[in-house]
């Protein structure tokens, strides 16, 4: 069973530019969430996608936004960078419908600093 | 809304010693709870869940937790520590009312002295 796979890990970036982060899902999952932790926080949901479609959206500004693939792959993108947007971002899936709610496979993460 | 509070930013342990990280949660119905842990430069892992029935889980590890309705927490506890367990320990809620999207507490950092 593959795992939950998030590219790049690291990524520097200056303030103003966009950013791409990819996630694979694990094997059988259907939905996708993403998460921001800032250095000493706990992670915050940024939204989630299902069935290729947002299916929940946390307390982020549109300059936030995503995609599902068929394959349930993901990328979530970052337009006009703020220094405030560094952080670890998290990819996890999970299996809507057919598993408890709530309960996330996480990625390792792509850690982005904006300088 | 839904909102977890870990009150203890930092716990410090012998190891061997046993351990009782706190977690509280405000919702007004039983919610789903989790514990997560994020070892240093890692993604997190689902150490335990309390969906319902009895209120003693077990996890991974040798992690358990107690769902204790009255108090509204879910403490995560272990008998005898061992060095790899320095981590993160993320207490987190789901429930109808947040979509079961879960939402995380701050965390807890495990250091576990020799």
Known sequence: ETGVTQSPTHLIKTRGQQVTLRCSSQSGHNTVSWYQQALGQGPQFIFQYYREEENGRGNFPPRFSGLQFPNYSSELNVNALELDDSAL??????????APPGELFFGEGSRLTVL | AQSVTQPDIHITVSEGASLELRCNYSYGATPYLFWYVQS????????????????LVQGIKGFEAEFKRSQSS????????????????????ATSGGSYIPTFGRGTSLIVHP
Do not use: I, M
């Open chain 2, 40 to 55: 240093p430069g890692q993604g997190l892992q689902l150490l335990l869940k309390y969906f319902s029935g009895d209120t």
């Open chain 2, 74 to 93: 879910f403490n995560l506890r272990k008998p005898s520590v061992h060095w790899s367990d320095v981590a993160e320990y993320f207490c987190a809620v």
């Open chain 1, 89 to 98: 971002y998290l990819c996890a899936s999970s299996s809507f419908g057919r």
